[in-house]
């Protein structure tokens, strides 16, 4: 049952072939199976057990939406009623959210199982998982290596077939990073097209959830529940949802594809270039033509992104004060020393680093030089991309600079660990959707192919994927000790 695709998933749970309860048993007991690889923070397998007997009755009633009875599993950075949501820090250890985050309650309502909550970076700052409170989840192609991140336990669980699919965020990369190191489908929808409501917020401008999956079959499905118009989030866009599967298979005859030149850059492995290349070879033979474009101010994303995201993150941080709630220091002498040490206590060092380069760039002497700079910069790499998607309907390039890294090979050097992001960043600076999707392996180890489209364009580059993903078995690879 755990190689199932969610269509299938959903056939087989209707023609009563197993039941919702069967499923989510059959799962649990991969994840136990499995907890080397650390990709859960939390496992409720109560509260699973009770919405699959829900989903049950729901199927014997003949009601189901098309999710019904199916497991998902959740980033540990959406806030989940009665279970745990850490976000991968000490400091939310102990925080049980009295609320459902719009997401999860998506996802409720179309009667999903909840098998637990995914492990990532703290706070979703990093590019490896090692950032967790928890520990880094393990890359389950080869488990001395990372799984990338933030949103590295749900790219480890899907790949580990722990779960059918699951939730991921991305705020510079975070879906598509993991997706890519992992071998599976992520798509990081425009921005405001999910709700961010009750998504523990990192850098409110840049942050944007959405589906981690096998397949952009499946990612159609995950995108069907997660998008929509939300009220309690203001940059929530109220545009009608299309409908995500309805055009999976449309023709890619005369589809015009666009590669920034500044992806392909000598400075690309040439492996991974080659690995690029021959997806982009396979689409010719599909019917679509290929052309060059030039996307001048990409090189300054990086510098723009960290000075961008450390500002946000310093602010949406303050919050966590020992008062409220999370962490709070044992006997504190006086208030300040309760902000100082809860603080200090229980935030990380690449959270901390984060807060004091934000904290700087916002500084009164500082703002006009690297803030107001790094959002016209920012305007600047959108343009870029207005210019680009007006020539061609989509863009295509690698998402990473390699393959899966070592664990602990990068976290002595923050700027090697943010090079990460090198072709993920300038997507999220200018708002657009964009997707990974298996495109073959170096050594063993998975590689993406990135995926960029026009604004509300989803539909548009899940039919791209999944086109590929009709003459490729990539994306059915499964690591060994884990078929
Ligand atoms: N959250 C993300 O999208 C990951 C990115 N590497 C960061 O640390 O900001």
């Known amino acids: 049952m755990h190689t199932l695709s969610l269509t299938e998933l959903a056939a087989g749970l209707r023609g009563k072939q197993f039941s919702s309860t069967e499923l989510t048993q059959v799962f649990l007991a991969r994840i136990g199976r499995h907890q080397a690889l650390n990709a859960f923070v939390t496992v409720s397998e109560e509260l699973a057990l009770q919405q699959a007997e829900a989903a049950d009755r729901r199927l014997a009633a003949g009601t189901p939406a098309p999710l019904t009875g199916i497991p998902i599993a959740q980033k540990d950075i959406f806030c989940t009623q009665g279970v745990k949501t850490s976000c991968g820090s000490k400091m939310l ?11 999860v309650e998506r996802f409720n309502q179309a009667g999903a199982v909840m098998l637990g909550k995914l492990n990532m970076d703290e706070f979703a700052m ?13 890359n389950p192609w080869d488990t001395e290596r990372v799984p990338g991140g933030s ?4 790219a480890v669980a899907v790949a580990a077939r722990l779960t059918p699919a699951a939730t991921g965020t991305d705020t510079g990369g975070s879906i598509r990073q993991p997706a890519a190191l992992c071998g599976i489908t992520g798509l990081k929808p425009t921005y405001g097209r999910v709700s961010r409501y009750g998504m523990i917020a990192y850098a409110s401008s840049l942050d944007q959830g959405g589906p981690m999956a096998r397949s952009a079959e499946d ?8 998008a929509g118009f939300d009220g309690k989030d203001s940059t929530s866009v109220d545009q009608p949802v299309p409908d995500y599967s309805a055009g999976l298979n449309d ?36 019917g679509a033509t290929v052309q060059e474009v030039d996307m001048p101010n990409l090189e300054l994303a990086i510098p723009a992104y960290y000075v961008i995201a450390s500002a946000e993150c310093s602010s ?44 700087y760039a916002l500084s009164a002497g500082y703002y006009d030089a690297y803030y107001l700079k790094a959002q016209q910069v920012r ?30 090979s990068k976290t002595d050097d923050p700027i090697q660990m943010y090079l990460e992001d090198i072709y993920t960043i300038a997507i999220n600076l200018a708002g657009l959707p964009a997707m990974s999707i298996p495109a073959g392996f170096i050594a063993g180890l998975p590689v993406g192919l990135h995926i960029i489209g026009n604004y509300f364009g989803e539909a548009k580059l899940l039919n791209v ?12 690879q499964v690591p060994k000790g884990f078929e």
């Open 93 to 103: 250890d102990n925080f049980i959210a009295p609320y459902d985050a719009t997401a």
């Open 379 to 408: 305007r600047l790499i959108s343009d870029d991309f207005k210019r680009a998607l007006s020539e061609v309907d989509v863009l295509m390039g690698p998402v990473t600079p390699s393959t899966a890294f070592k664990i602990g």
């Open 316 to 359: 949406n941080l303050s919050r966590y004060d020992g008062v409220r709630f999370g962490y709070r220091c044992q006997n504190p002498a006086d208030l300040t020393d309760l902000y100082i040490r809860s603080r200090g206590e229980a935030f990380g060092a690449e959270v901390k680093r984060r807060i004091l380069m934000g904290t």
């Open 126 to 138: 990093g590019s490896s998982n090692e950032t967790s409170f928890y520990g880094p989840a393990r």
């Open 151 to 154: 949103s590295g336990g749900s």
């Open 251 to 286: 023709s890619l005859q005369g589809l015009k594809i666009g590669l920034p030149k500044q992806f392909f850059s000598p400075e690309l492995d040439s492996q991974i270039a080659a690995t690029i290349q021959s997806a982009i070879a396979e689409y010719q033979k599909l």
């Open 219 to 226: 990612a159609a499905l995950l995108m069907q529940v997660m």
């Open 465 to 476: 994927g999944h086109r590929y993903q009709q003459v490729t078995d990539w994306h059915n």
